[in-house]
Nanobody
């Protein structure tokens, strides 16, 4: 089992940057495919980015491609999400999740462990 804790959220102006962190505790972290999702008020949780166990394969939602970067450090059990050129529409609670899939997946149903989330608010 993997326990996930997100941090790094906050309030930022449009055009600014934030770096979210996901710290994992538990065995086998390096074997999991990891993802970031977000959920805005009144909306469904949506895929943001994912990275395979090795860090060599990534996938991004079209809405964040070119602005967000997902990476991982298996030695530190960490999955950061660097977010640049933030927009008000990026405002949401951001969640880190783990999947036993080999390849990056986009559906929430593909993930088995979830963190509690961290709030990101982008002001215009």
């Amino acid at each position: 089992q993997v326990h996930l804790v997100e941090s790094g959220g906050g309030l930022v102006q449009a055009g600014g940057s934030l770096r979210l962190s996901c710290a994992a505790a538990g065995r086998g972290f390096s074997s999991y495919m990891m993802g970031w999702f977000r959920q805005a008020p009144g909306k469904e949780r949506e895929f943001v980015a994912a990275i395979d166990w090795s860090g060599r394969s990534t996938n991004y939602a079209d809405s964040v491609k070119g602005r967000f970067t997902i990476s991982r450090d298996n030695a530190k059990n960490a999955v950061p999400l660097q977010m640049n050129s933030l927009k008000p529409e990026d405002t949401a609670v951001y969640y880190c999740a783990a999947s036993d899939s080999i390849f990056p997946r986009l559906r929430t149903s593909d993930y088995i462990y979830w963190g509690q989330g961290t709030q990101v608010t982008v002001s215009s």
